[in-house]
């Protein structure tokens, strides 16, 4: 069994272990050797030596027989236990002091593992750096893993951001900074990082493996971690990059330390806490990853890296320009370039602008900024970049080079893989003088954390790459299995339809480079081909998605602009949005110029939802005329012809540009019958309806609703109502702090037009002298109005007595909601004495949240049966109880009773109520809805309830 080999190691380590056995005499041999026949001083759940090795094993064959069966940092676990409990305090010392080698071994390890990730990762000699190593990080590391100020820090961190912002940077600086000593020594003792691109193409293992890896001697204190797990930290960088299984959620816990799982799987059961549960965990994540992540995580803790400020963007462009005038008018430029302007939080990407912008300029004078876009930027700088790599190639041979470059970038998009090894390089055939060629030229650089692997420089270069990929010539897909078209086409419903913002600047690219110019430039350029009819068969997706049932409204109409902004081809932009019916668009300041450039084009268009929230000027000057020009075109749809509903809610607009919009709302080409201008700031720039409400007989609903109207602006805008030519037939002013005194103007609405059918004025302090006037004008014989509206107006029984009045002399208000008001029982008896009249008109009445007890439910129940008229009622969040609902079953019974839908919602009914219910149920012709919810009927009611639902005489449709 002797055998030096077998215990010798590379520090020496086991020569200082054996040396410590052999110096124990024959009695602590014999007692060391008992030791291991005790469970209490083994791992959990290894087993014991046999005794007949044992009994007769030397020092080292004894040595042998621990790395045998206790491998790794375990054997001194068990030698020191055993040791402890045989009172050796000096030698117990001694190999306490040979284990933290170890660990200062490992943090050395660590330092220098980080080192190498950083020397890795080049970056381009003209690159500014802003900013080193400040006297603020210390502490700013320090948020990362302390987030709050006071009470329990989180134990799951998650940093989020865009692309290259520094998301691993500051994750690396805080392993550097434990590793030398000055964060955290208290919290953690060991700290692992785990890159998910290295994981997805690990082999099975074990958890205590994955501890393991980066000590190469497996001297890592397992045990003392299985004991300790709060003193753990996990770094675990590049979430994006990793395939989680498939049955995420009907996976089974999971916390064997020691059982082989492929290394996907391990990073499951420790995000979700089933492994480890007490130890800390730092993630790194693309934002495209966050919400894979919440739906894993317990308690999460996100913190988002913002990168380069506006501020920081500023301060680059002014060190790279240098010249003052023309470095503010490229960022004013800049700020009008949404994808850029986000993109620019990337140090990188800044660098990117920087160097195109300049190059471009000192090319050519005449050079315009205006007619950049993202796509063209990024297509010049891999022209300039690439202007002679081609030249050593045959034709045929760059072709094929280029378009499997571009392909190995679509199939990475595809699969979330921004990392590659030699094994995806060779599957693409490309050959070692381009990769080499594109390391050079920083497009490709070395990752960081593998040395065998590439990835490119800035996740911005492979989204470019792998949108030109669809629009080279070729049929083949990137991924395999479907064609190229397919692919475009599943890119394209999956970024327009499916909402996914995973794809948003690769499909902006995609629609840039359909741009005409652009493409006969980068043929020229880079020397690839382009397909000729990309753009017939967008054309053609288009189209189908536009016009199809089978595809839902939700389109991103937002996103569909700026692309066709970014292509810049009018001649596609007008057959696209030709058969576009509805937009929901949000207008700010970076999607501005997309939407002043699309929506004039869209001359079908009949529903738009437009919320304006950026800065339109009030005087047109030299530098201002666009964006007046602008707002112009987008208001220009208003009489398209086809225009007939209008959403401006939440909107921030000013005189001018509201003057502007009530103007075109004018044109005698508008066709617009609804407008709704929810939340309007400021308030005040609601004046300028007028001339649009006065003599319109097209507008036929108008929703002013959560506008603090006030008396001027109200009465301004009713005394336009009054207008012989208006037709407004809808009119809602739910919360827009409508008092009595506003009523007056109010309710000479109702009588001095015949055609306003539904009033909405639900929260509003309206309260009983305001009622009173609007009953007023309800009792005239020429009022019209149908339903009304008065949820939440504090109104009380005197109101009712003003509404009982009117609904005894009007003969068209079908529909009454008075929700949430205090009527009590009084309020409601006296709407019963207009219930109780045959000839009362209405039809629907909304008592719930009123206040009012059984005694009331008593006068509704005797008004019922007097009512042939009343087919819905709802008094739920009433205080009904079993004795006004067995009432109400009385009258329900009756032949006379014609209600079909009955609310009767948390009114604290209960099994009691049931037998009455069922029976109404079983004998009722008229009762197709009920709705119990929120009653505590038991199990038995329920029962009740289910068996006259089985009757054939049930006429129930709705059970809530």
């Not at 948020?143 to 940093?159: D, S």
């Not at 045959?394 to 499997?404: F, N, V």
């Not at 080279?472 to 475009?488: D, F, I, P, Q």
């Not at 699309?598 to 000057?621: A, D, F, G, W």
Request: charged content about 20%.
């Amino acid at each position: 069994m002797s055998s030096s080999v077998s215990v010798a190691g590379d520090d020496g380590s086991w020569d200082k272990l054996l040396s410590h056995l052999r110096g124990l005499d024959q009695c602590q041999l014999e007692d060391f050797k008992l030791g291991l026949q005790s469970p209490q001083w083994l791992p959990s759940g290894s087993r014991k030596i046999p005794w007949a090795d044992v009994k007769a094993a030397n020092p080292t064959d004894l040595l042998c027989l621990l790395n045998k069966h206790f491998p790794g940092r375990q054997v001194w676990e068990v030698t020191l236990r055993i040791f402890e409990n045989m009172n050796l305090t000096s030698l117990c010392e001694e190999l306490r002091a040979e284990m933290n080698v170890d660990v200062r071994m490992y943090r050395e390890r660590m330092k220098a593992k980080i080192l190498a990730m950083w020397n890795r990762v080049p970056w381009p000699e003209a690159h500014i750096y802003l900013r080193n190593a400040t006297a603020q990080e210390h502490e700013e590391l320090q948020r990362l893993l302390h987030p709050k100020r006071t009470g329990a820090q989180p134990q799951t961190i998650v940093l989020h951001g865009a692309a290259g912002v520094g998301k691993t940077t500051l994750a690396t600086k805080l392993l550097m900074h434990w590793a030398e000593g000055l964060l955290f020594q208290r919290s953690f003792s060991y700290v692992s990082y785990v890159s998910c691109h290295q994981a997805r193409e690990m082999g099975d293992t074990t958890f205590a493996g994955l501890l393991s890896r980066d000590s190469p001697d497996s001297r890592v204190p397992i045990e003392h971690f299985m004991s300790h797990p709060e003193r753990l930290l996990f770094v675990i960088d590049g979430f994006e990059e990793m395939t989680m299984p498939s049955n995420v959620d009907g996976s089974l816990p999971w916390s064997d330390w020691y059982q082989p799982l492929p290394v996907a799987r391990i990073l499951l059961h420790l995000l979700k806490k089933e492994l480890v549960p007490a130890a800390t965990l730092l993630i790194t994540t693309r934002d495209c990853g966050r919400e894979d992540l919440k739906r894993l995580l317990l308690n999460p803790w996100f913190i988002q890296i913002p990168g380069f400020t506006k501020g920081d963007q500023e301060e680059y462009f002014f060190r790279y320009f240098g010249e003052q005038k023309k470095t503010r008018r490229i960022l004013q430029w800049m700020r009008k370039q949404e994808v850029l302007s986000r993109s620019c939080s990337a140090p990188l990407v800044c660098w990117v602008v920087c160097s195109c912008l300049k190059q471009q300029m000192a090319r050519c004078p005449s050079f315009q900024l205006s007619a950049q876009t993202a796509t063209r930027l990024y297509a010049c700088f891999f022209s300039s970049v690439l202007e002679t790599a081609g030249a050593s190639w045959s034709k045929q041979s760059w072709l094929e080079q280029w378009r499997a470059l571009c392909s190995l970038a679509a199939d990475g998009m595809w699969s979330s893989k921004f990392t590659f090894a030699k094994e995806d390089i060779g599957h693409r055939r490309l050959r070692a003088p381009l990769i080499d060629c594109l390391l050079r030229l920083n497009i490709l650089r070395k990752a960081s954390d593998c040395e065998d692997c590439v990835t490119f420089t800035h996740q911005s270069f492979q989204v470019f790459l792998g949108a030109m990929f669809y629009v080279l010539r070729g049929k083949e897909g990137a991924v395999g299995g479907l064609s190229k078209y397919r692919e475009m086409r599943a890119l394209l419903d999956d970024a327009f339809v499916d909402t996914n913002s995973y794809w948003r600047q690769m499909v902006l690219f995609f629609f840039g480079l359909l741009n005409r110019d652009l493409a006969r430039k980068v043929e020229d350029t880079l020397h690839c081909k382009m397909c000729p009819r990309i753009t017939d068969k967008v054309l053609k997706w288009a189209e189908e998605i536009f016009t199809s049932d089978a595809i839902p409204c939700s389109v991103e109409c937002l996103l569909i602009f700026q692309c066709l902004h970014e292509m810049q081809e009018e001649a596609v932009v007008k057959p696209m949005l030709s058969h576009l019916l509805e937009a929901d668009l949000d207008l700010g300041e970076p999607q501005f110029q997309a939407v002043s450039f699309c929506l004039k084009h869209c001359q079908r268009l009949r529903k738009l939802r437009l919320s304006v929230s950026c800065h339109i000027p009030e005087t047109e000057t030299r530098f201002v005329n666009s964006r007046i020009s602008q707002w112009q075109d987008v208001c220009s749809v208003f009489h398209n012809g086809n225009l007939n509903e209008l959403d401006l809610s939440n909107s921030k607009l000013n005189a001018t540009a509201m003057k502007k919009l009530c103007y075109e709302l004018r044109n005698p080409r508008c066709r617009l019958q609804k407008l709704t201008c929810k939340s309007i700031t400021p308030v005040r720039v609601l004046k300028e309806l007028i001339t649009v409400l006065y003599g319109n007989s097209r507008l036929t609903h108008l929703n002013l609703s959560s506008n603090s109207l006030g008396i001027t602006v109200s009465t301004m805008i009713f005394k336009t109502f009054r207008h012989s030519a208006c037709n407004l037939k809808y009119l809602c002013l739910e919360k827009c702090d409508l008092s009595a005194a506003s009523s007056e103007a109010l309710a000479s609405i109702l009588t001095s037009t015949q055609r306003t059918a539904r009033l909405c004025l639900g929260f509003n302090p309206l309260r009983d002298d305001g009622v009173r006037w609007l009953c007023a004008s309800l009792s005239q014989p020429d009022c019209a109005l149908e339903r009304l509206v008065l949820c939440f107006c504090q109104l009380g029984a005197p109101s009712c007595r003003h509404l009982t009045d009117a609904l005894l002399q009007n003969k068209s208000l079908t529909h009454l909601n008075l929700r949430k008001n205090q009527l009590g029982d009084e309020g409601v008896r006296f709407l019963c004495e207009a219930l109780r009249q045959p000839d009362c008109t209405l039809q629907s009445l909304d008592l719930s949240e009123c206040s009012f007890t059984v005694e009331g439910c008593r006068e509704l129940a005797d008004a019922l049966e007097h009512n042939q008229n009343l087919k819905v009622l709802d008094i739920g969040r009433n205080c009904v109880r079993d004795d006004g609902g067995r009432r109400l079953c009385e009258a329900l019974k009756r032949s006379s009773c014609a209600l079909r839908t009955l609310g009767l919602e948390k009114c604290s009914l209960t099994s009691a109520c049931c037998q009455p219910l069922s029976s109404v149920l079983g004998s009722s012709t008229s009762l197709v809805n009920l709705n119990l919810l929120g009653n505590d009927l038991g199990t038995e009611g329920v029962h009740t309830l289910w068996e006259s639902l089985e009757t054939p005489t049930c006429t129930l449709q709705t059970l809530g």
